[in-house]
């Protein structure tokens, strides 16, 4: 179950677009609660406008003991600059051998899989392309993997940006006003 729309395979990668930040929270503090409670090890990286303190609050308030899991490694919250960049620049590949490494030790102590989200709210218009030959990496990467991963962009973007988005995913969620969907 991803938390959000309903079950889907491992090697998925999906996205959303959010508006606010309480739209952020809400998809992805049941997307993440559906992973710890279905036994997969979950990482969160996070940006702007709900930074690593404020993710790991909302989990909180959601009933979970998010410091068990930190403990137990089930759970890793941490923020966007420490994962995708080193200075100003984009890691791309390195970032996903990270992510496959993850994958890996994930499996190792466990886990059913592994489940990532990151919010790309912190690109900026020349980080752009960078990005875009990494989500396509990713989506190819991980086809049969044992992640199920879902990006979040914030709105508003271009019509022309949002087709980039849409089409380096397996599928973009609809939602949250009548309830999530993974559009068929």
């Excluded at 992973?35 to 909180?60: F, K, S, V, Y």
Aim: net charge negative; proline share 4%.
């Amino acid at each position: 179950m991803t938390g959000i729309g309903g079950a889907v395979p491992y090697g998925t990668h999906l996205c959303h677009f959010y508006e606010t930040r309480d739209e952020l929270a809400a998809a992805l503090v049941t997307y993440f609660t559906a992973g710890l409670r279905g036994g997969e090890r979950c990482i969160w990286i996070t940006a702007a406008p709900l930074g690593a303190d404020e993710a790991e609050a909302e989990l909180r308030n959601a009933g979970l003991d998010v410091d068990a899991a930190v403990r137990q490694g089930s759970l890793v919250i941490r923020d966007h600059s420490d994962w995708y960049s080193e200075g100003a620049r984009l890691k791309g590949s390195a970032v996903a051998d990270l992510w496959l490494e993850e994958e890996r030790r994930s499996l190792a102590a466990g886990y059913r899989g592994l489940r990532i989200t990151g919010n790309t709210s912190f690109l900026t218009p020349a980080g752009w392309p960078e990005f875009m030959d990494y989500e396509a990496l990713i989506q190819r990467l991980f086809a049969d993997r044992r992640i199920v991963t879902l990006c979040s962009y914030r709105l508003p973007l271009g019509a022309a940006e949002v087709h980039e988005v849409v089409q380096r995913h397996h599928c973009a969620l609809h939602g949250p006003h009548q309830g999530w969907q993974i559009p068929r």
